[in-house]
Nanobody
Framework: VQLQASGGGLVQAGGSLRLSCAASGYTFGSYYMGWFRQAPGKEREFVAV???????TYTDSVKGRFTISRDNAKNTVHLQMNSLKPEDTAVYYCAANRWGGSLRGTYDYWGQGTQVTVSS
């Protein structure tokens, strides 16, 4: 199983980034896909999750700014991040599980993370 996250970078506040996660080695369409993030000195926190059929849930701090999507034909999941704020600075991880939800302990597979830095 491999999850490869990409698309991070340095952006000014108010800008946008689109993260991608390419999955392989398991039945992608049978799994929920989530995004988590971890800022320096903080615990890894839930950002968003999407079901195989496209239903999604977001943490309150990103609602209206971030959009999670998936392409089951290409085994990829994306996180479109708009109106970025300095507090969004973190390493972003994609993850997969069979049940969805926001608890990181329930996720079976994890990507390596991609750094997002938002300057003020």
């Amino acid at each position: 199983v491999q999850l490869q996250a990409s698309g991070g970078g340095l952006v000014q506040a108010g800008g946008s980034l689109r993260l991608s996660c390419a999955a392989s080695g398991y039945t992608f369409g049978s799994y929920y896909m989530g995004w988590f993030r971890q800022a320096p000195g903080k615990e890894r926190e839930f950002v968003a999750v999407i079901s195989w059929s496209g239903g999604s849930t977001y943490t309150d701090s990103v609602k209206g700014r971030f959009t999670i999507s998936r392409d089951n034909a290409k085994n990829t999941v994306h996180l479109q991040m708009n109106s970025l704020k300095p507090e969004d600075t973190a390493v972003y991880y994609c993850a997969a599980n069979r049940w969805g939800g926001s608890l990181r302990g329930t996720y079976d597979y994890w990507g390596q993370g991609t750094q997002v830095t938002v300057s003020s």
